[in-house]
């Protein structure tokens, strides 16, 4: 790929603001044999896309998008364990995870939250919420 058409997909990608799809082609025109070009780089990553399902090479979905303009994407801690989910109406929430797997952590844009801590044989000993539910099996 010649500089300037890489310094052009580096400009829609570093600019682009979802929905992907329906910006790459009426804000910029890009064609769809451009889309992984420009996916890839805003996702930071090389991208598999199935109509309008954007997968990292794990198969972790990372975006999909509607044609009525509701979009979604994910974020995938190295584990493959989603940490994070947005959408387009602003809802959003996160996850942390133990070294084994185990989610230790919620939290949602509606302020809802919980904390877990597990024993060595993946049972809750620890649980707490927002709505101020204890539960404390240590």
């Given at each position: 790929?010649?500089?300037?058409?890489?310094?052009?997909?580096?400009?829609?990608?570093?600019?682009?603001?979802?929905?992907?799809?329906?910006?790459?082609?009426?804000?910029?025109?890009?064609?769809?044999?451009?889309?992984?070009?420009?996916?890839?780089?805003?996702?930071?990553?090389?991208?598999?896309?199935?109509?309008?399902?954007?997968?990292?090479?794990?198969?972790?979905?990372?975006?999909?998008?509607?044609?009525?303009?509701?979009?979604?994407?994910?974020?995938?801690?190295?584990?493959?364990?989603?940490?994070?989910?947005?959408n387009s109406?602003?809802?959003?929430?996160?996850?942390?995870?133990?070294?084994?797997?185990?989610?230790?952590?919620?939290?949602?844009?509606?302020?809802?939250?919980?904390?877990?801590?597990?024993?060595?044989?993946?049972?809750i000993i620890?649980?707490?919420?927002?709505?101020?539910?204890?539960?404390?099996?240590?």
């Amino acid at each position: 790929m010649n500089k300037k058409y890489e310094r052009y997909i580096e400009y829609i990608a570093d600019d682009l603001q979802p929905p992907y799809f329906f910006n790459m082609k009426e804000m910029y025109g890009v064609s769809e044999k451009e889309y992984p070009l420009v996916l890839s780089k805003l996702f930071n990553q090389p991208v598999i896309i199935e109509g309008r399902d954007v997968y990292n090479t794990n198969g972790n979905e990372i975006y999909q998008e509607y044609s009525d303009g509701f979009w979604y994407k994910k974020e995938y801690d190295s584990n493959g364990n989603e940490i994070y989910y947005e959408n387009s109406t602003g809802y959003w929430k996160k996850y942390e995870y133990d070294q084994y797997g185990n989610k230790i952590y919620y939290e949602n844009s509606d302020g809802e939250w919980y904390k877990k801590k597990y024993d060595i044989y993946g049972n809750i000993i620890y649980y707490e919420n927002s709505y101020g539910e204890i539960i404390d099996n240590r």
